[in-house]
């Protein structure tokens, strides 16, 4: 089967087209019916499947980068009266339970990215909702800063999973409604239960949407709309953005490289290692930056594309390992230059898509190991990579005639609160929850270059192995993890990397995921007589009537 | 078959022994291994099935009402080298899906009431970690305020699910673990995947128990953390406990009759309607309402017996209706009561038990729906019951030829935080968390006797009907209900009812559960070579090692 790519631009966009006018962009879904990612699958209605995602998950990623004149972006529909009609029936019922999963999984992480767009960055979204919005249609418009919904007596809102096709909404619906539109739960019952959805004045009585506003004055309200979000906006006005070039990957049988990264795919062992290569030499000032081929920048999109990949392609794969290879002095220095420059837009931009990809890592479902060895340049921000897995195993002092230097680790100011986790929390604040005085030393021990004696004193690494040791006790751990359930450690992980404070973030990938997962597996969804089955072809799906 | 009943007493114990000795109470874990709910499974080693936790439960909540004079309760086992050795894995494996998750919710629900038991009613728990305790045998230490664990060089605390059974501990195991605990993810993730367990010192350094204590000290050390657990309650020295009779209680074809609660059945429907009748005449102040006869405890001992009965024993009943009769006026005086007595011991806890009978029915999975008609009741704390339900209708005047009064609602103070929900607030507060003035509005109509108009004005209501459409609009309602997949109706409940703050208490019964739930019906743990049926046959469970 040919991978699932996610590398995409707006040339090659099929569904989505991307106009900038000044600090106002337009995004406009028109679904091409015959382009559906799975063969035989007609995407009806503004319907969508991946492949239609991925295309917006690149449209909001450019929009920061190479647009930072564009301060508000308007979603709205190319066609006559549907904006969207939520993920494509067909092509999630053709689809396995783990393809399932990880398309509700990209999709949440595109709507959380629009709405970090908003907050982190000042780019506002607006959802001009004209014709019907369902399922999730209605989730995309409310992952927006706002909702105009037209009052033409026709359009409307709904969430109509559960009557339609007996599954929650998958793409935060029922969470947003919830805790971020904060609905009435018996009318967020009564909504989430009617199939034909609500209309007009009721839906923002409701608090569905935030404002309704009728045909005759559409145009110049969503234009006003949009200006008035635009003029809530940090961004600047002036800069010139940077164009991200199509990435270069070479995919083979037992590795996929890029230019930074090098990922081997043992498929005997049922691992993937993932090997960062350090930068060359660090530019000097935030003005040598201002290009994609800046490493932090370079090497955060070609990490992003390898989980991608992973988690789409490889899903045997149950272990990521990760390594690095490199001058820590280098990657000091970049570190040091994201801290100070933090005030320039497109460092910004950096820091802030590298929480995202770290976050995409907290959220793959494989067991994480970071391997520290002599030779590697684990500072500061990179070293983020180490207290996002699940376990971190440092070599202590260096191997016989190998003259890498030996391993040592070093934070730095940003991994203090630079990247927090969707708890809201450093990684470290998290890993110390219980032991605040250990948050403290580590703080105290910023810029130093920690042994694995140190580290593991410290409580940064989970065990540190000698020469003598080393290659038994890694071997050992990942093979007795290789044998575990990959159903077990799926759910370990999503409850052991995500201690303390929840955030709407945290609910939707946790709890909502969760009993999505659930409901995905049930009979009642998927079997032979169940609702996504019998969607479509006039007969009534059978429901076994035993609540659990 | 025999439906599974909650009701017992220490005098029917089979598992556990209960000994009062002034301030401290001891309770003892005996399983006797013939005394399964399963025939055919030997509970071997103190493991447990749902029986065994039927006492627990029974033995927790006397402890509160029966024994003021307890101010700190010691958990031990009585037998040798071993403290619980978790859930029964032969039962686990023979029960249904269903049966399971009933099983995990039921135990949380009493581990919950040991920690609901320690900070709000006084009555401090201690761990006395002799032997083994491993999977549940450990999450229920983990509940208690304290764990000693003998430091004999055998005695271990182990989650060994995920390695010896591919499923999560199922029993609040892993948030108690990264919330109240507080252990360093990456030692979390180690403990979790060793079957082994963790011993002495090094259990002591992972936060995985308080203390640690030499055979040849053991019972003065228990003795003395008892006594100082103890020395920290605000419970009555020398106040006389309530015996808590045995509830009375008719099954039939077509109803469960109680004195002050009727269950109609109606299994064409998919129903069961719970009907509560008002009580006769108040008691005029505290001293009257020291007995087991109090309205208000009598009703809340048989809500709660209803509800797990239905849970148990009829699954198919997917939708609970809630109705009242009786004297509104009747009712005030003892809501009166249950606010101003608020400091008497013995109204504490009648206050405490409401609460986690309304937190019971939060966590029921069914839907739940509301009917104040004329001659209703529901006021003040018998009101929480409109507010748990997930739609609410009401009456609007009255009916022609019917001689009962019209039908009010009325608030009163104990409706604004007496009675919190699992995420900390009041159901009136996360009701109107997107409208604090709806709050306020509430607020300020207490007492009032709220007729159908004013409780939709307010917000408290989801609909009102007069006679004309009443009988159609909620038949139709019921039937439509009764329709919809009940997967998806339990995941939709569980995400709407649940907005606004996460506790220790909602991430157990959300996030940890609903993974709980995934992984219960996964091949990899239920289907034929998975490891819940591989178990003890010696055969090495089968993996698809996709990871989802």
Not at 360 to 365: F, K
């Amino acid at each position: 089967m040919t991978p699932i790519d996610f590398r995409t631009d707006p040339s090659r966009y099929r569904h989505w087209r991307l106009d900038c006018n000044g600090p106002i962009a337009t995004l406009t879904l028109d679904v091409d019916p015959a382009g559906g990612l799975y063969p035989g699958t007609e995407l009806k209605l503004n319907s969508y499947d991946l492949g239609v995602d991925i295309e917006l998950a690149d449209a909001v990623q450019r929009l920061r980068f190479e647009h930072p004149e564009v301060h508000a972006v308007v979603i709205g529909s190319g066609k006559d009266n549907v904006f969207c009609a939520g993920a494509n029936i067909g092509a999630l019922a053709k689809s396995t339970h783990g393809d399932k999963v990880n398309f509700c999984k990209f999709t949440n992480e595109t709507r959380l990215a629009i709405e970090d767009a908003s907050e982190h960055s000042g780019q506002r979204y607006l959802a001009a909702v004209s014709g019907a919005a369902a399922g999730g249609g209605y989730e995309l418009a409310a992952s927006c800063d706002w909702i105009t919904l037209i009052d033409d007596r026709r359009s409307s809102v709904s969430l109509p999973e559960l009557p339609l096709l007996a599954v929650l909404p998958g793409t935060g619906g029922l969470t947003r409604l919830t805790d971020k539109r904060k609905v009435r739960r018996d009318r967020a019952d009564l909504f989430c239960t009617t199939e034909e959805g609500v209309r007009g004045q009721r839906a923002l009585d409701w608090r569905l949407v935030d404002e309704i506003a009728p045909p005759s004055s559409w145009d110049e309200r969503i234009a006003e709309r949009a200006a008035a979000l635009a003029a809530t906006s940090d961004r600047p006005a002036d800069a010139k953005g940077v164009v991200l070039p199509p990435l270069e990957r070479e995919i083979g049988d037992s590795a996929v490289t890029y230019p930074n990264l090098r990922v081997a795919l043992d498929r005997a062992k049922r691992r993937a290692e993932i090997t960062v290569y350090g930068p060359d030499t660090p530019p000097k000032a935030a003005a040598d930056v201002h290009n994609a081929a800046f490493w932090p920048l370079a090497l955060a999109r070609e990490l992003d594309d390898a989980i991608l990949h992973l988690r789409a392609n490889e899903p045997e794969l149950g272990i990521i390992v990760f390594r690095s290879e490199g001058d820590p002095g280098a990657v000091a220095a970049i570190d040091t230059l994201l801290d100070e420059c933090a005030d320039d837009w497109f460092v910004r931009e950096i820091r802030l898509y590298w929480k995202r990809v770290l976050k995409r890592i907290d959220m793959t479902s494989r067991s994480l190991f970071a391997l520290i060895e002599p030779g590697n340049c684990f500072v500061g921000f990179l070293a983020e990579l180490v207290f996002a897995a699940d376990r971190a195993l440092m070599f202590a002092g260096s191997r016989a005639g190998d003259n890498r230097p030996e391993a040592t680790l070093s934070l730095s100011a940003l991994n203090f609160g630079a990247f927090p986790m969707g708890n809201g929390l450093s990684r470290l604040a998290t890993r110390f929850l219980g032991e605040p005085a250990s948050l403290e030393r580590a703080s105290e021990a910023i810029a130093e270059r920690l042994s694995a004696e140190d580290a593991e004193r410290l409580g940064l690494v989970t065990a540190a192995y000698d020469e003598v040791d080393w290659d038994d006790e890694v071997r050992l751990m990942l093979e007795e993890r290789a044998s575990f359930s990959p159903d077990g450690l799926t759910g370990l992980e999503a409850n052991l990397r995500f201690a303390g404070p929840e955030t709407m973030e945290t609910r939707i990938l946790g709890r909502l995921t969760a009993w999505q997962n659930w409901i995905f597996q049930r009979p009642n969804a998927v079997g032979d007589g169940g609702a996504l089955k019998s969607y479509g072809t006039g007969k009534r799906p059978h429901f076994d009537p035993r609540r659990v």
